[in-house]
C-alpha cells in the first residue's frame, strides 16, 4: 500500500520509466545489481499517475480533490428540488429546455441519479486504483459506490463501477432502491492507429410512490404523528417501516431499467515520427483522418404498478378505472434501439488533435412493446462537427449539429456554435454562443404510449428552443457571470396529473447567473451564487424569480503542512413561486397555479469538511432552520450528515439526533 497519490501528466510517469531502464542497462553490464550508494529511489515508484477523458472529449481531467463544496458528492445538484427522500423524482429550479433532437422516451423525473454514457470517464493509470464510498443517512439511508481501475498494459484500461441507492424514507410508501453499474474498456494499438471504445452501462431505478400524506389538523403537533411514519398516504396502503438494505419490494411505484452497450472503433490514417528507432519507446503518431464506427444498443423498461390499487384515487385523477378497491394499476413500456454509426475525422493541423472536421451518417431501428401492440420505428440522421482550440490555448471554437432526413423524428435537428476567447490574463475569458434545437416532443405525449391516459389525442408540433448565452470569467478577480436567453415555441406539458397541452405561441426567458467568491479575511471565504429568471410572455410555466446559494466559512490548512480545511455555513434560499405538482403514475412533474410555496427562512447548513492527504471527511448540519420546540417539550432537531472520504478504501457512518448522514470514500492503488 502507498501513501501518495498524484495525478499529473503522463510525460513525467514516462521518465520515471525511461530511468528505470538506464539503471537496468548499468547494472547489465557491472555483471550484477547496481551498489552505488549515491543512487536514489524513484519517487514516482510509489506514486500514481491517473488521468481520464471523456467518449467524445478532446481534452484529459485530473480527479478532484476538493473538499468545499458538498454537492459534487451528492447525486442530487445543489439547483435541484426532490421529493424529500434521496432517491425520488427530482427537478431542476432553473429553466433548461431539452436541446436534443431525436427519440426520446419522456421519462426524466429521475435522471440526476442515472449514469449516462457522456459521463463515462475513461482513465488512464500506473498502478491499480480503487474508490469506496459508504453513505449511511437517517432512516438507514444508505450509499455505496465502488470503483476500480487499472491498465492490463500500458495502451489497454478497463474500469469497473457500482452503485446502491438505498431510503426507506420519513415517511410510507417513499422506499427508494436504484443501482448503477458501469464497465468500460479502452484499448490502443502499440503504433497508435487503432482505438477501440466499450461501454456496458446499466440503470435500474426503483422508487415508491405514495401520492403525498393526508393532512390531518395541527399535523405537526399531534403526538401520533411525531414519528412521521404512521401519517397516511393517498397511494401504497400500510406497511410497516423496514431497514432491510437490500430491500427492494414495493406495492405502488416506479420500475425503470436501462441498459446501453456502446462500442466504438476508429482506425487513424497519418504521419509516424521517424526519428525514434527504439523499440521499447512508444512513437509519436500525428493523424490526419480518422475512419469511425460506433454500435450502440439501448434496451429500456418503464412499469407503473400499484397492486393494492384504490379505484377512487385513480378515477378522481386520472379519469380511469381499475375496478374494485384493491385491484392491481400497471402501466408497461419497453423500447430497444439499434444505432449504427458511420463517421470520418480529418485533422487539418497534424500537430493540433483539438482541431477537427467531422461528418458522419446513424441509422436507427426503435421497436417498441406498448399497450397498444407492437410499434417499429427508424431514423436516418446526418451530423456534422468543426472544433479547433488553438494550440496558444487562446481561441477555443465549437460547433456542431444534426438533422435527421427520414423516419420518426424526421425534420428534427439541432445546432450549437460557441466561441471562447482568452482576452488576457488580467481580463480572463469570454464566451458566446447559440443553439437551436426543433425536435418531436417526447413519446411520451404520444397518444400510442402506454402512459398517455387521455380519452382523446392531441395534435402537437414540433418544439422548437433557440438558446443564446454568453459567458465571462475571470480568475484573478474570481468571477462568473454568464447570461442565458430563450425563445421557445410549442412548449408541451401536462396540466394535471395526466392532461397533456401545448403553448404554441411564443414566449421568451431571461435567466442571469453570478458566481463570486468575495475575501472576507485572509482565510475566509464567501462563495456567492445567484441566479435570476424572468418569464416574458403569457405560459404555463412557474420558475423561481431569484434562487440563490452561499457558502461562507473559513478555507486553509490552520498551520498545519497536510490540512486542507473548509469550515462555516451554506444558506440557500429562493423567492416564493408556484412549484409545479407531480404525478406518480406517469413519474412527471405537471404545472399547477393555485398553491405558492414560500420559505418563511432560508435553508440553512453548517459544515466541516476537511483533507489530510488522501483522507477526506465531510460532516455537515442541514437543515438548521427546521429546529424548533414542539408542544409537546421536545426539541425538533435537524439532520445532521457526514460524508467522509478515508484512503485506503474504508468507511463509516454516524447518525445523531432525529437524523443523520456519513459517506465514507476509500481510495487505493498499488501494484
Not at 453513505?135 to 484500461?157: A, C, D, Y
Not at 426539541?635 to 445532521?640: A, F, H, K
Amino acid at each position: 500500500m502507498a501513501g501518495e497519490l498524484e495525478a499529473q501528466e503522463p510525460t513525467i510517469g514516462n521518465i520515471g520509466s525511461r530511468m528505470q531502464r538506464l539503471g537496468g542497462g548499468i547494472r547489465s553490464m557491472t555483471g550484477g545489481s547496481s551498489t552505488d550508494s549515491l543512487r536514489r529511489r524513484d519517487k514516482h515508484e510509489d506514486s500514481i499517475t491517473i488521468y481520464f477523458r471523456y467518449l467524445d472529449s478532446t481534452g484529459t481531467y485530473k480527479l478532484d480533490s476538493s473538499v468545499s463544496d458538498f454537492t459534487r458528492r451528492y447525486p442530487v445538484p445543489g439547483t435541484h428540488i426532490y421529493l424529500g427522500n434521496t432517491g425520488l423524482a427530482s427537478k431542476s429550479l432553473l429553466f433548461s429546455p431539452v436541446m436534443q433532437s431525436g427519440f426520446d422516451p419522456g421519462f426524466h423525473a429521475f435522471d440526476v441519479y442515472k449514469w449516462t454514457l457522456d459521463k463515462v470517464r475513461f482513465f488512464n493509470t500506473t498502478r491499480p486504483y480503487s474508490e469506496l464510498n459508504y453513505f449511511l443517512g437517517s432512516r438507514v439511508e444508505q450509499i455505496i459506490e465502488v470503483m476500480h481501475t487499472q491498465n492490463i498494459k500500458p495502451n489497454w484500461n478497463f474500469a469497473f463501477q457500482y452503485r446502491l441507492i438505498n431510503a426507506p424514507g420519513f415517511f410510507q410508501n417513499q422506499r427508494t432502491n436504484h443501482n448503477n453499474y458501469l464497465f468500460n474498456s479502452r484499448f490502443q494499438s502499440k503504433n497508435l492507429r487503432y482505438t477501440n471504445y466499450l461501454v456496458l452501462l446499466g440503470n435500474k431505478m426503483l422508487a415508491a410512490e405514495n401520492g403525498g400524506i393526508i393532512d390531518t389538523t395541527d399535523i405537526l403537533d399531534d403526538p401520533i404523528y411525531k414519528e412521521r411514519y404512521n401519517i397516511n398516504t393517498y397511494l401504497g396502503g400500510a406497511n410497516p417501516f423496514s431497514s432491510n438494505f437490500f430491500g427492494s419490494k414495493i406495492n405502488t411505484g416506479n420500475r425503470y431499467s436501462e441498459f446501453t452497450v456502446l462500442l466504438r472503433q476508429h482506425y487513424d490514417l497519418g504521419k509516424k515520427d521517424s526519428i525514434v528507432t527504439d523499440s521499447t519507446v512508444t512513437p509519436l503518431f500525428y493523424p490526419r483522418l480518422r475512419f469511425e464506427h460506433t454500435l450502440q444498443l439501448d434496451q429500456n423498461k418503464y412499469v407503473y404498478q400499484d397492486y393494492i390499487g384504490d379505484s377512487l384515487y385513480y378515477r378522481k385523477n386520472y379519469d380511469t378505472s381499475i375496478g374494485n378497491a384493491l385491484d392491481t394499476m400497471l402501466l408497461v413500456e419497453r423500447w430497444r434501439t439499434l444505432s449504427n454509426d458511420f463517421s470520418i475525422t480529418q485533422f487539418p493541423d497534424a500537430k493540433n488533435q483539438n482541431q477537427f472536421i467531422k461528418v458522419g451518417l446513424t441509422v436507427q431501428n426503435i421497436l417498441g412493446e406498448l399497450s397498444t401492440g407492437r410499434k417499429t420505428f427508424f431514423n436516418t440522421m446526418g451530423h456534422a462537427e468543426y472544433r479547433n482550440r488553438s494550440r496558444n490555448q487562446q481561441w477555443d471554437i465549437a460547433a456542431s449539429g444534426k438533422l435527421f432526413f427520414t423516419g420518426f423524428n424526421a425534420g428534427d435537428f439541432d445546432a450549437h456554435i460557441s466561441l471562447q476567447r482568452l482576452l488576457g490574463k488580467k481580463l480572463g475569458y469570454l464566451q458566446l454562443g447559440f443553439e437551436n434545437a426543433s425536435r418531436q416532443p417526447s413519446f411520451l405525449f404520444d397518444s400510442r404510449s402506454s402512459f398517455y391516459l387521455m380519452k382523446t389525442a392531441v395534435n402537437l408540433k414540433k418544439e422548437n428552443n433557440a438558446h443564446l448565452f454568453a459567458t465571462y470569467f475571470l480568475p484573478s478577480f474570481k468571477l462568473r457571470i454568464s447570461g442565458h436567453y430563450y425563445l421557445v415555441t410549442n412548449y408541451t406539458y401536462f396540466t394535471s396529473f395526466y392532461k397533456v397541452n401545448q403553448e404554441t405561441s411564443l414566449f421568451n426567458l431571461l435567466q442571469i447567473a453570478l458566481h463570486k467568491t468575495i475575501k472576507l479575511g485572509k482565510r475566509w471565504n464567501w462563495h456567492a451564487d445567484i441566479w435570476f429568471q424572468q418569464k416574458i410572455g403569457n405560459v404555463a410555466l412557474n420558475v423561481p424569480v431569484i434562487y440563490t446559494r452561499n457558502r461562507i466559512g473559513y478555507e486553509g490548512s490552520l498551520g498545519f503542512k497536510n490540512l486542507d480545511i473548509a469550515i462555516g455555513t451554506e444558506i440557500k434560499y429562493r423567492a416564493a413561486y408556484k412549484a409545479d405538482g407531480y404525478s406518480p403514475v406517469l413519474g412527471q412533474f405537471y404545472y399547477q397555479d393555485q398553491t405558492t410555496i414560500s420559505n418563511s427562512l432560508p435553508d440553512i447548513s453548517a459544515y466541516l469538511h476537511f483533507r489530510i492527504r488522501p483522507f477526506k471527511a465531510f460532516i455537515r448540519a442541514e437543515n438548521l432552520n427546521t429546529a424548533r420546540k414542539m408542544s409537546n417539550g421536545d426539541l425538533g432537531l435537524p439532520i445532521i450528515t457526514w460524508w467522509h472520504r478515508v484512503m485506503p478504501c474504508q468507511g463509516y457512518r454516524f447518525v445523531w439526533g432525529s437524523g443523520g448522514a456519513l459517506l465514507i470514500d476509500y481510495q487505493s492503488f498499488g501494484g
